[in-house]
């Protein structure tokens, strides 16, 4: 079923690293920003040795207008290496891996070796 009229608008205005290993990150930078009623995230990611796993947690929650109830929409923790070669196995995550690979300075799949700069 197709929705030619959006009743909702998707907000991003904060993106949290709350974890972050000060021996595997020389440096890391992230940045949300709204242009044209759209949500772009750059980030900067400089490692100190070759990364040959990563674990992510990824959560993200909304709110509606007016209220103070958030609602969970999801929150999970996977295996980054096997989502960016298998994207295509899990609808949700294959849209952000696409955007990742058309965007990113660099081929993004591991392993991700040292001094690389990936800015996405």
């Known amino acids: 079923m197709r929705c030619d009229e959006r009743n909702f608008r998707v907000y991003?205005?904060?993106v949290?690293?709350?974890?972050?290993?000060t021996d595997l990150y020389e440096k890391l930078e992230c940045k949300v920003y709204q242009v044209d009623n759209r949500t772009y995230m750059d980030s900067i990611h400089?490692?100190?040795?070759?990364?040959d796993d990563i674990t992510v947690h990824a959560a993200l929650d909304f709110w509606k207008l007016n209220r103070k109830q958030k609602m969970k929409l999801y929150d999970v923790e996977f295996d980054g290496c096997y989502i960016l070669e298998n994207a295509n196995k899990n609808r949700l995550f294959n849209m952000y891996v696409k955007n990742?690979?058309?965007?990113?300075?660099?081929?993004?799949k591991c392993p991700f070796r040292p001094v690389s700069i990936f800015i996405i």
């Open 16 to 21: 949290n690293i709350t974890h972050l290993d």
């Open 12 to 14: 991003i205005n904060e």
């Open 100 to 108: 990742l690979k058309k965007h990113a300075n660099l081929k993004f």
């Open 46 to 51: 400089i490692f100190k040795r070759t990364v």
